[in-house]
């Protein structure tokens, strides 16, 4: 049976325990490039080591037997196939190489969880994307989450029980699973966004001045760090936060929230630089802007993430005649 490079693996638990460095971390972001299916893998290993972490650390879990119970699975996976039935799992060949590298992690996480379970506490569930990836995961509630690149989302492992909070560097797609009694709280830098029965994308990475919030259905309430009365926000708005002031400016919305996780890019009088560093965390590339007066040029398209290259978008930009481009590696320069 086939199974993945041992480097990858260990770049893969590297990853996933947080204890990745910056080389190793180029090294896999290199990897998820090569194939789209490279990326699936990876969003699998996440689901399933956010699985493992979630049961094992129950305080009252047999570490040492479960260690066994993992080592032995594992073992049952690598026993040789019968050419018979090499066909019949050819299928299934990818599949049975996440649920090896599941079994691995989950010896490593049963080793850390065992030696630290005396402490009895439980740690936040947290799940990073590198720039250039997409990850998709189901919350405990139900709530389904797209995460885009350069994105970080955590919750603690207590998540339903008595409150739903959850903490989000970056940009996300709720689907939110709506409990009356216990609404969903969207912990992001300088603002609250708590849930009234909602799909909606926030936009907030660290680096950006502003944050931008997208309601497909249902709505929100809005607060920022120097609100005292939350804002509310419906189906067909958007509102747009500058991070400095606290100022919510709220709009009709120009597009489906959503639109970047099925593999599109849309820019509405977008400027320049907010192309750039869209297009840095949809294609994993560094982008520098050499010129302020093009950086605040506007531009309004559409285009296929799926179908397009980050050259080909540059490529129809250059083409009104506004700017130019040169690339070296994954490095642009934009004038």
């Known amino acids: 049976m086939e199974q993945l490079d041992p480097h990858i693996e260990d770049l893969i638990i590297a990853y996933l325990s947080e204890t990745i460095s910056t080389e190793d971390n180029r090294q896999l972001n290199a990897w998820l490039q090569e ?17 493992i972490k979630a049961e094992h650390q129950a305080t009252n879990y047999d570490w040492q037997a479960g260690f066994a119970k993992f080592n032995k699975r594992k073992q049952e996976q690598l026993r040789p196939v019968e050419p018979r039935k090499q066909r019949r799992i050819f299928g299934f060949v990818r599949y049975a190489a996440v649920l090896i590298i599941a079994v691995s992690l989950a010896a490593v996480l049963c080793y850390r969880q065992g030696r630290n379970s005396w402490m009895g506490q439980l740690a936040d569930a947290s799940m990073n994307v590198p720039m250039g990836s997409t990850m998709a995961l189901r919350l405990p509630d139900g709530t389904q989450v797209n995460l885009n690149g350069g994105s970080t989302l955590s ?17 996300a797609y709720f689907t939110i699973v709506h409990h009356t009694d216990q609404p969903i709280e969207i912990l992001t830098s300088k603002m609250t966004v708590r849930d009234i029965g909602t799909k909606l ?15 497909d259905e249902g709505s929100v309430e809005l607060k920022t760090e120097n609100d005292t009365q939350a804002s509310i926000i419906v189906a067909g708005q958007e509102a747009i936060i500058d991070k400095r002031s606290g100022h ?5 919305k120009q597009s489906d929230g959503n639109a970047w996780s099925k593999g599109e890019l849309i820019f509405h009088n977008t400027t320049v630089a907010d192309i750039a560093k869209r297009l840095e965390r ?24 799926r179908e397009q290259s980050y050259t080909d978008i540059l490529q129809a930009l250059k083409e009104t005649g506004t700017l130019r481009y040169s690339t070296k590696g994954r490095h642009i320069d934009i004038y």
């Open 35 to 51: 194939n789209p299916a490279n990326r699936d893998i990876l969003r699998r290993c996440h689901e399933i080591w956010m699985t």
């Open 155 to 171: 919750y603690p492992q207590s998540f339903g029980l008595k409150s739903r909070k959850v903490k989000l560097s970056g940009e």
């Open 201 to 215: 994308n926030i936009t907030n990475y660290p680096e950006d001045s502003q944050a931008r919030i997208v309601i």
């Open 248 to 252: 919510i400016t709220i709009l009709n």
């Open 282 to 305: 949809t294609y994993n590339i560094d982008i520098s802007i050499h010129h302020p007066a093009t950086a605040n040029k506007r531009f309004y398209g559409t285009f296929s993430t």
